[in-house]
Structures are given as structure tokens and as C-alpha cells.
């Protein structure tokens, strides 16, 4: 699996490359700004790209904007933001432009390297992973059509946006199969969501949870 690394922290940079390589990556690139970045993917092509937010010139939200432009250049790109800030309003930008193969992490919220390197493997094969404190930022100040949601299913809604699947909501829940399953029904069924496949009906979902 093809890695493209986007972080101005040389220090960083190659503790994720190591540890990257060391665990069966093959990093084809580490760009350091946005041209870089940019540059990396025209030349490279890769499975997954794992994106710092602030970066030169200004430190505010460059690894966003280029993750945004990687995907549009490239449509589909798996994106793991993996940075120590919620940028909110190039966050929501990357989620409503298609959940599929996008992550965002916290750096200092990640205690464990297998976390890490699973959230790198979900996101490469097209799935989604929210820390909830991502989740939480988002969703401040947001209106949404969440309110026919009983607290239980908005547990249940909140755990999908991270990118839990059935078992895990039930683990995390310490509820049935059955009953996560009727709960993931109930939301699909009060957000108005149209009769597809469940994995998009799950996306829908979670841009609905996110207010995008």
C-alpha cells in the first residue's frame, strides 16, 4: 500500500515514515507544503495520503485546502488528516465532498501506534474515521434534522460518523446485534434517507449527523 506523507515537521515526518515502512507501507513521497504535495500526486500514484493541516506559508489551514484539491485532481483519493487541530470549515468542506476514504485524527488524542496504523488501513480501503472530538467540533453551532432521534440513536448515529461498524457499536454500547441493527433502521428511517445499498444509506448519515 502506496503512502504520500504531507507534514512540515521533519522530526514527524520521518517518525511517520519509519513507522509507515516499518509496518508494510511503501511511503512513496514526503512533501513538506502544499506545491509539494501537489507536485506528489502528479507523479505518484498512491492509496492513501495522511495530511498535516497548518503549513507554510500562513500555519492555518494549507494541508486542507491541498487534501481538497488532491481529491478534486484526483477524485477518490483516501485522505487521513492527521494533525493537532480541527480546521472546521475545510473539515466539513472534505466531508460533504464525499465520506468515502477520509479520516481525520488527532495527534495528541492517538495513544496507541496500532490505532494509528489501522485508521490508516480503514480509511485506504474507503472507509471513515472520526475522532469524536472532530465529531463534537463540527457539529457545534450546526442545525441538522436530528431531533426525531432518540438519545439511544443518536449514540448509535455518533459512533457510525467515527466509523464503527454494527459489532463494534455493539460492543461499544454493550447492546445486541439485533438492537443495533433496528437502531441503525430507525435512524435511516427518520433522516429520510432514500432505499440504496446500506453503506451509502450509512454515509448519508453520517454528512446528515455532520450538517453537511
Request: no cysteine; hydrophobic share 45%.
Amino acid at each position: 500500500m502506496r503512502v504520500i506523507i504531507l507534514e512540515d515537521n521533519p522530526i514527524l515526518a520521518e517518525g511517520l515514515s519509519l513507522l509507515l515502512d516499518n509496518s508494510g507501507f511503501q511511503v512513496a513521497a514526503v512533501a513538506t507544503d502544499a506545491d509539494e504535495f501537489a507536485k506528489a500526486i502528479d507523479e505518484h500514484p498512491v492509496d492513501i495520503a495522511v495530511v498535516d493541516v497548518r503549513l507554510p506559508p500562513t500555519f492555518t489551514d494549507e494541508g486542507l485546502r491541498a487534501a481538497i484539491e488532491a481529491r478534486r485532481v484526483r477524485p477518490g483519493l483516501p485522505v487521513l488528516v492527521f494533525s493537532q487541530y480541527v480546521e472546521e470549515v475545510y473539515a466539513a468542506e472534505l466531508l460533504a465532498a464525499g465520506s468515502e476514504g477520509v479520516g481525520y485524527l488527532l495527534k495528541d488524542r492517538v495513544s496507541r501506534v496500532d490505532e494509528f496504523l489501522e485508521a490508516v488501513r480503514r480509511v485506504a480501503g474507503g472507509g471513515t474515521v472520526l475522532d469524536p472530538e472532530v465529531v463534537s467540533q463540527l457539529m457545534v453551532k450546526r442545525s441538522s434534522p436530528l431531533d426525531r432521534l432518540t438519545p439511544r440513536e443518536r449514540e448509535v448515529l455518533a459512533l457510525m460518523a467515527e466509523g464503527l461498524g454494527n459489532a463494534a457499536i455493539g460492543e461499544k454500547l454493550v447492546i445486541s446485534d439485533g438492537a443495533v441493527h433496528k437502531h441503525v433502521g430507525n435512524v435511516f428511517l427518520k433522516l429520510d434517507l432514500p432505499p440504496t445499498d446500506s453503506g451509502h444509506r450509512r454515509v448519508l448519515a453520517v454528512l446528515a449527523y455532520l450538517g453537511l
